[in-house]
């Protein structure tokens, strides 16, 4: 059994990772605004925290075995309409609030034998893609984060990152509102299909899990294969 803590668990893929920890037993923190869905599972504690207010952040005593960031944004238009503000939220929500909150788990995370941590980048970092140039700086980022924190803290803390492309989640809504919508851009990838929360979480578990112990520093493209295939 773990302890982890997981920012953002309250809808997408957060939720979908906070049900499969819970439901093997561990104890699962989640950090975010709302707690609508959670109160049904078992072996979840809620703590309010906004995500653009790191004043908000709660105390945890204790060790920590696992952390997972999720919060994210969609923010997509061409790149000459982009503002100042828009620049400064995508990085904010993606990257800074990430940084801070580890800063402040990382003595719960050295009690643990060798704990483990997941943040969430996007496969525009790598494929490039119109329209992402807010939200892939933001996600190169926590690329970056990911890879520093990594060397930093091995062996006692493995930091790793997993890079999904589009997602049936709330935040993704808006593109993928119809069946034609999921039909046209599920096609697109070459397992023909877009990706669902499961497919995230199962690979977050694996590398929340003693599976993966000899895992750090990597980006995992969870992304249907679009990120390298072509066909």
Same mark, same amino acid.
């Given at each position: 059994?773990?302890?982890?803590?997981?920012?953002?668990?309250?809808?997408?893929?957060?939720?979908?990772?906070?049900?499969?920890?819970?439901?093997?037993?561990?104890?699962?923190?989640?950090?975010?605004?709302?707690?609508?869905?959670?109160?049904?599972?078992?072996?979840?504690?809620?703590?309010?925290?906004?995500?653009?207010?790191?004043?908000?952040?709660?105390?945890?005593?204790?060790?920590?075995?696992?952390? !997972?960031?999720?919060?994210?944004?969609? +923010? @997509? $238009?061409?790149?000459?309409?982009?503002?100042?503000?828009? &620049? %400064? #939220?995508?990085?904010?929500?993606?990257?800074?609030?990430?940084?801070? !909150?580890?800063?402040?788990?990382?003595? +719960? @995370? $050295?009690?643990?034998?060798?704990?483990?941590?997941?943040? &969430? %980048? #996007?496969?525009?970092?790598?494929?490039?893609?119109?329209?992402?140039?807010?939200?892939?700086?933001?996600?190169?980022?926590?690329?970056?984060?990911?890879?520093?924190?990594?060397?930093?803290?091995?062996?006692?803390?493995?930091?790793?990152?997993?890079?999904?492309?589009?997602?049936?989640?709330?935040?993704?809504?808006?593109?993928?509102?119809?069946?034609?919508?999921?039909?046209?851009?599920?096609?697109?990838?070459?397992?023909?299909?877009?990706?669902?929360?499961?497919?995230?979480?199962?690979?977050?578990?694996?590398?929340?899990?003693?599976?993966?112990?000899?895992?750090?520093?990597?980006?995992?493209?969870?992304?249907?294969?679009?990120?390298?295939?072509?066909?």
């Amino acid at each position: 059994m773990s302890r982890i803590v997981i920012v953002g668990g309250s809808y997408g893929i957060g939720l979908e990772i906070v049900k499969q920890l819970s439901s093997e037993e561990n104890e699962v923190i989640v950090l975010s605004r709302t707690k609508e869905f959670l109160s049904p599972l078992k072996n979840v504690q809620h703590y309010y925290y906004d995500a653009n207010d790191s004043t908000t952040l709660p105390v945890i005593d204790g060790a920590i075995d696992g952390f !997972v960031y999720c919060p994210g944004s969609i +923010n @997509l $238009k061409p790149f000459t309409r982009y503002t100042a503000a828009d &620049f %400064s #939220t995508d990085l904010n929500i993606n990257a800074i609030s990430a940084a801070l !909150v580890m800063q402040k788990l990382v003595p +719960n @995370l $050295k009690e643990s034998v060798q704990a483990s941590v997941v943040f &969430f %980048s #996007t496969i525009a970092v790598q494929a490039g893609m119109p329209f992402h140039a807010s939200i892939a700086m933001a996600k190169g980022a926590v690329e970056g984060l990911t890879k520093s924190l990594a060397a930093e803290y091995a062996p006692k803390i493995r930091v790793n990152c997993v890079a999904p492309s589009i997602t049936e989640t709330p935040l993704s809504e808006k593109l993928i509102n119809t069946n034609e919508k999921k039909e046209v851009v599920g096609n697109r990838h070459p397992l023909k299909r877009i990706g669902t929360t499961q497919d995230i979480a199962n690979t977050v578990s694996f590398l929340l899990s003693n599976k993966s112990s000899w895992i750090t520093g990597q980006i995992f493209h969870v992304d249907g294969g679009l990120s390298t295939l072509k066909q």
